[in-house]
């Protein structure tokens, strides 16, 4: 049975496995189902706290993982975090010291704005925040690299995806088992950057 509160089977399975949060099983299901996460791949986490997805990816790649988060994010052994927002660029210019240029395989990005309670603003804040992750991805991929980002069905989201289809090769929309019943929340799936020359998303 589903629930609003936390009190749900992921909720509970979580606690129970050590996962910080139940979203490490939406994170479990994609790379399942995808693969996408390679194990050389240098990782960043955006919205990452409290940091499940980091713990998932830990189990994966060998490469370099970093999470970015508003929020403190508890130490996660072998793993880097930065305090922040990842859409300023001296955010971005600290992952560029770790990583150096280029040389992220992979970029996730699970983070959402504080909602309002107001649909179409809520909306186009969710938006406009994945079209800073989109802008962080493309800064900072190799070509070739692959992206997963969380978003929100509704206003604007065609134009978002016609922009990652600018930038990726192949771009799909999938929903989680783990989602919440009836949210319009999805993960856009996107293969295969282009490379740098497509990156006019800002
Ligand atoms: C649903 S939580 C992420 C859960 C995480 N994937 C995990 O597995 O633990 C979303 C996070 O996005 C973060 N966030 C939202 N906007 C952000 C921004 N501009 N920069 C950094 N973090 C942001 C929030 O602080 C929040 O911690």
New binding site residues.
Partial sequence: MGSQWGADKYYRRSKSEG??????Y??EEIQKKFGLIREDDNVV????????????VKGITGGMIIG????T?VPLDGTHSIR?????KE?QDKVIALTGENNVGIV?C?????FAGNKSYDQARAIG?NE??LYFACRMLKPGGNFII?SFQGEMFQELLNEMRQNFYAVKVYRTRASRRGSTEVYIIAKNFKGKINAETD
């Avoid at 996962?19 to 490490?24: D, E, G, K, L, N």
């Avoid at 970015?68 to 929020?71: K, M, P, S, V, W």
């Avoid at 699970?110 to 504080?114: F, L, S, V």
């Fill in positions: 996962y910080r949060s139940r979203a490490a939406k994170l986490d955006l919205g990452a706290a409290p940091g499940s997805w980091m713990q998932v970015i988060d508003l929020n994010i922040g927002d990842f859409t300023k955010i996730l699970d983070a959402a704005p504080q925040l800073g992750a969380k």
